[in-house]
């Protein structure tokens, strides 16, 4: 089973809300990692957990919180956001970090700030 | 500088009519080299994963290939349903995951 979950599936939020994704794997993958894709963009790389420590951080802003509550679960946490926010938000797994693995992909979170 | 380019940027077929894709990379330390397909509003889907020049891997109509400079994603007599953007990644030895920018690909009936 190469299946990784996010809910929910859609969110709309203002720009005064607070709000969580949540991402879960249980494939044993003990790399995660958020990216956020903007429409006909590539993903581009939020963070990275490796063993639930955070390893990569590519200068996001502090609006965007993530937290690695166990090896399975990953969230975002997201505060003050604003329209220019608005995405696709990927979760990905995968064996490991830094190396060879490839990553699985769940189907998203399609974000809206009004 | 490290890049990953993909090409063409967009592809319309006709059903049967085989071509390929191709991702053209300058990493340091090339550590793998990654395929997707992902469908319009959902996450990639992982098909292919390539570690040396030489490589190459088949799955139903898709065959990937590896140089020491490129990757072709060869798609032979496809069907509407091959329709999706299909993305490369790199995985450089700075631990290091970059995405190219995708070519989307149409096969008409």
């Known amino acids: 089973d190469t299946e990784v979950t996010q809910t929910p599936k859609h969110l709309v939020m203002g720009m005064t809300n607070k709000k969580s994704l949540k991402c879960e794997q249980h494939m044993g993958h003990r790399a995660m990692y958020w990216y956020k894709q903007k429409a006909k963009k590539p993903p581009e790389l939020m963070f990275v957990y490796s063993y639930e420590k955070l390893s990569i951080n590519e200068s996001v802003p502090s609006r965007f919180s993530p937290e690695c509550p166990n090896s399975s679960l990953l969230n975002l946490h997201l505060h003050a956001l604003q329209p220019e926010d608005s995405a696709l938000y990927l979760c990905?797994?995968?064996?490991?970090?830094?190396?060879?693995?490839?990553?699985?992909f769940g189907p998203g979170t399609r974000l809206t700030v009004t | 500088e490290d890049q990953v380019t993909q090409s063409p940027e967009a592809l319309r077929l006709q059903e049967g009519e085989s071509s390929s894709l191709n991702c053209s990379y300058t990493v340091s330390g090339l550590r793998g080299l990654f395929w997707y397909r992902q469908d319009p509003g959902k996450g990639p889907e992982f098909l292919f994963t390539l570690y040396s020049a030489g490589e190459e891997k088949e799955k139903e109509r898709l065959k990937a290939t590896l140089t020491k400079k490129e990757s072709f994603l060869h798609i032979t007599a496809p069907k509407p349903e091959d329709s999706a953007t299909y993305l490369c990644?790199?995985?450089?030895?700075?631990?290091?995951?970059?995405f190219g920018t995708g070519t989307s690909l149409t096969v008409i009936p």
């Open positions: 990905a797994s995968s064996q490991g970090s830094g190396g060879y693995y490839e990553q699985y």
């Open positions: 990644a790199v995985q450089a030895s700075g631990n290091q995951f970059y």
